[in-house]
Every structure is written in structure tokens, then in C-alpha cells.
């Protein structure tokens, strides 16, 4: 059974930084792509960062391009997004979700979701 474990969301001023963290059991880095999404209050939930199994191929929505990198460790079976230059409009709460494929450019999100960490930044 595939779960996902997010950790690391908190309270952070504007341009400050959080890495969060996504231990998975049951699923295999090297098989499976992985991402990040975020849900902000109201709105829909959209990919934040993706990676492709293995870690060869990383993709980010313009809006965080630059300042967030996804990046794995694959002896600990974690998935990291290290957070830099936070904005106001980064709030939501952020989600990994492992992918139906190893990759990352065609990437279909699967039923396997964490629980969500709460990420608030202040101005």
C-alpha cells in the first residue's frame, strides 16, 4: 500500500525559506514520477513541481520557476521541495502525489495523496 507523508509547512515571513518533505512507503522513486501541488484557499489545486522517476527531468509552473527546486533522496524514499524567496501568494497547503508513469513532461497525477502541509506566508 502506497503513503505519503508530507512535513515542514509552517509560518514564514515574506522571502524567507522552507524545505517540506515527502516520505513515501510503498513506491519506488526509480519507477514512478513524483510532484508537488498547492491548494490555496478557494482555488483549485495546481502542480507546483514535478520530477521524473529517478530525478533526470524536473519541471515548475512559471510562478515558482527559480525559486523552488523538487529534488529526491532516494535511500530515505523522500522527495524534497526546498522553498526560497517566499511570497504572500505562495500560502496554501501543499501536497505530493506520486504519478501514474516515470514521467515527469507528461505527468498524470494517481490516487495516492499525503495529507497536506500548511505553508502561511506573512508580508
Known amino acids: 500500500q502506497v503513503q505519503l507523508m508530507e512535513s515542514g509547512g509552517g509560518l514564514v515571513q515574506s522571502g524567507g525559506s522552507l524545505r517540506l518533505s515527502c516520505a513515501a512507503s510503498g513506491s519506488d522513486f526509480n519507477t514512478y514520477a513524483m510532484a508537488w501541488y498547492r491548494q490555496a484557499p478557494g482555488k483549485q489545486r495546481e502542480s507546483v513541481a514535478r520530477m521524473s522517476s529517478g530525478g533526470t527531468s524536473t519541471m515548475y509552473a512559471d510562478s515558482v520557476k527559480g525559486r523552488f527546486t523538487i529534488f529526491g533522496d532516494y535511500a530515505k524514499n523522500t522527495v524534497y521541495l526546498q522553498m526560497n524567496s517566499l511570497k504572500p501568494e505562495d500560502t496554501a497547503v501543499y501536497f505530493c502525489?506520486?504519478?501514474?508513469?516515470?514521467?515527469?513532461?507528461?505527468?498524470?497525477?494517481?490516487?495516492?495523496w499525503g495529507q497536506g502541509t500548511q505553508v502561511t506566508v506573512s508580508s
Open positions: 502525489n506520486r504519478g501514474r508513469s516515470g514521467s515527469s513532461t507528461y505527468y498524470a497525477p494517481s490516487q495516492y
